[in-house]
């Protein structure tokens, strides 16, 4: 969704400017600074060695399987040291569903934990006054 607000000086009103706001990928920014602060304390070079998971948004091998498999896209662990890498793959998955909160959740797994886990992200996004 666009939003447009129209700015007018007091003595150019034949000279307008638009200011464009996309609500939708504003909200998806906030979602990222989220993710990030939960999954990393927003570390683009974090390394979780128990796990195998890499980068801003921690991503794990598994994943980057999934996400060449269903993209020809290879990336390596590495790779996610990268944020732009991170937010790449991230946005692959989050636009599947219609659902934030979903996306949410199967970003982080299945299962019960994934509700705990929504909980945090929203906790910090609530921190942004984000609603």
């Given amino acids: 969704m666009f939003m447009s607000v129209s700015l007018l000086a007091p003595d150019a009103a034949a000279d307008r400017k638009y200011i ?22 927003n ?12 980068g801003v948004s921690q991503i794990r091998q598994i994943r980057l399987d999934d996400y060449y498999k ?5 990336y390596t662990l590495e790779d ?11 946005r692959y998955y989050y636009e599947r569903f219609d659902d934030w909160e979903l996306a949410v959740r199967r970003w982080n ?4 934990k994934t509700f705990t886990y ?3 992200i929203k906790q910090e ?3 942004g006054e984000i609603t």
């Fill in 43 to 54: 570390n683009p070079y974090a390394i979780n060695h128990t796990e195998q998971a890499y």
């Fill in 109 to 112: 797994g299945s299962g019960p």
């Fill in 80 to 90: 996610c040291l990268h944020e732009e890498v991170s937010l790449e793959i991230f």
């Fill in 20 to 41: 464009i706001v996309d609500k939708e990928a504003e909200s998806f920014r906030m979602l990222w600074e989220a993710l990030k602060m939960v999954e990393s304390s």
């Fill in 70 to 74: 269903r993209t020809g896209t290879r």
């Fill in 125 to 127: 996004l609530s921190k």
């Fill in 118 to 120: 929504l909980g945090k």
